[in-house]
C-alpha cells in the first residue's frame, strides 16, 4: 500500500464536496474491487470517500410495481431479503450467486454496477429488468448506464444513489459460472416486463448487452420451445481460457431457454 487520506462523510452533500475537492479521490463502497485493485497498483486514489456513513445510501422502498434499493445494499441483504424474493425473485437469485460469503457480506449493489466488470451479475440483473439508476444528479435507464468495457456514463463526481427495478411478470436469471472467480462465463436474465420482453446478457462479451434476436422471439411466443433453433452469433464474443466465443454464443442461447422455462415456473 502507499499513503492516502480516509475520510467518511456523513451525507451525500458532503461526500460529492470532498470527491469535487480531490480530482484523485474515489469513492469506497465495500472495497471488493477497489481495495484489491490499490494492492495491485491498478488504482492509487489519493483519498478514499467511504460512504458507510452517508445517510440514504442504505434505504429501501418496496412498492408492488417498483422496489427501489440504496447503493450500499449489501449483495447478502439482497439475498436474504423476503421482501425482494417475494416481488422479484430472479434478483434475489443474482445477489445469492455472487461470489463467496464475504464477497456478498462487503460487496455493494452500487458498487458493482459503477464498477461494470464485463462478467458481473448486476448489469445484467438491471439490463433486464430495466432499472432505472438514481444517482446524485439524475435519473438513468439501464439501457444508458452500461457503456463498455469497465465502463459507464458516470460522472467522476457522481455518486450512485440508489437503483429502482419494475417489478416483472416474470423473470429469471441463470449463469454458468467461471468456478475459480465464480464470476459469469455467461450469465442470461430473461424478463417479461410490463413494457415487453427483455434479454439481458454478461460475460459473453466486452460489456453487458441486450439479445435482441432472443427478445423478438420471446416477445412472440414466451415459451423456452420459441429459442430452439436459434443460431447464437459468436461474433464479438470473449475468447479466453474458459472458453471459445462459439461456446459462450451455444451457453447463451442454452442459458436463456432454462431461464425462460424457471421464468414460467415461478411467475411474480
Ligand atoms: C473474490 C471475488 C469474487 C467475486 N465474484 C463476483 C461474482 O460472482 N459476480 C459479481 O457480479 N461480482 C463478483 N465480485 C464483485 C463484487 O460483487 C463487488 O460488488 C464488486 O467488486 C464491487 O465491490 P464493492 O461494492 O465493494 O465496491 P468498491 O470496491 O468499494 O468500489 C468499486 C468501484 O465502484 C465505485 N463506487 C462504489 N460505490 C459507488 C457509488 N455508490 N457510486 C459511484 N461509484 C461507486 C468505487 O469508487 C470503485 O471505483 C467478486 C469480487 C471478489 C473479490
Redesign the pocket.
Known sequence: MYPFEYVRPASVEEAIGLRRADAGA????????????MKLRL?A?SQLID?TDVEG?DEWSIGDEHIVLG??SS?RRVAEADEVRTRIQALST?AA????P???N???????I??N?P?????AALLGLGATIR?SQREISADEFFKDFFETV?EDD????AVSFPVPRRAAYL?F?TPG????LVGVMVAETRDGVRVAV?GAGPGVYRATQLETALAEDFRPEALVGLDMSPDGLNADMHGSPEYRAHLTGVLARRATAQAIACEN
Open positions: 474515489q469513492w469506497l463502497a465495500g472495497g471488493m474491487t477497489l481495495l484489491p485493485s488504482a486514489p460512504l445510501l447503493s450500499m449483495h443474482v450467486g455472487i461470489g463467496d464475504q464477497v456478498r462487503r460487496g455493494t449493489l452500487g458498487g458493482s459503477a464498477n466488470d462478467a458481473a451479475d448486476y448489469p444517482t458516470l457522481e455518486l450512485v444513489v449463469k459460472r472467480s465464480r464470476y459469469a454478461t
